[in-house]
C-alpha cells in the first residue's frame, strides 16, 4: 500500500513539474496569425520576448519601441508579407536597442 501511495506522490509532482515547466519554455513568444496585429503583439511583448508571425498578408506600420525579435513562423519571405498601412509611414520604425527583424 506503501508504494502505491509513493508512487502516486511521484506521479503527481512530475504533472505538476511538467506543466510549471511548460509555461515558462513558452513565456517568451508571442505567435501572431494573419488575423491579428503585429503592433498588439509589441504591445503585449516584454523585453527579449520573441514575436513569431505566421504566414499571411498583414497591413500594419509598425512601431517597434521594444527590445524584441520579429521573425516569420515559415522563414519564407513570399508567404509572410507587411505591407504598409499609410504608404507614407515606414513598415518598420524601429525606436527600441537589440530589435531583430
Not at 46 to 63: F, H, K, L, M
Amino acid at each position: 500500500m506503501r508504494i502505491k501511495h509513493n508512487m502516486l506522490i511521484y506521479i503527481s509532482i512530475s504533472i505538476i513539474f511538467l506543466i510549471a515547466t511548460a509555461g515558462i519554455v513558452s513565456a517568451n513568444d508571442i505567435h501572431v496569425y494573419p488575423e491579428d496585429s503585429i503592433q498588439a503583439a509589441i504591445k503585449n511583448a516584454n523585453s527579449g520576448t520573441t514575436i513569431i508571425v505566421y504566414p499571411g498578408i498583414y497591413a500594419e506600420n509598425i512601431e517597434v519601441n521594444k527590445s524584441v525579435s520579429i521573425k516569420s513562423k515559415s522563414g519564407n519571405p513570399n508567404d509572410t508579407i507587411i505591407r504598409a498601412a499609410n504608404p507614407n509611414n515606414h513598415i518598420f520604425h524601429v525606436t527600441a536597442s537589440n530589435v531583430t527583424i
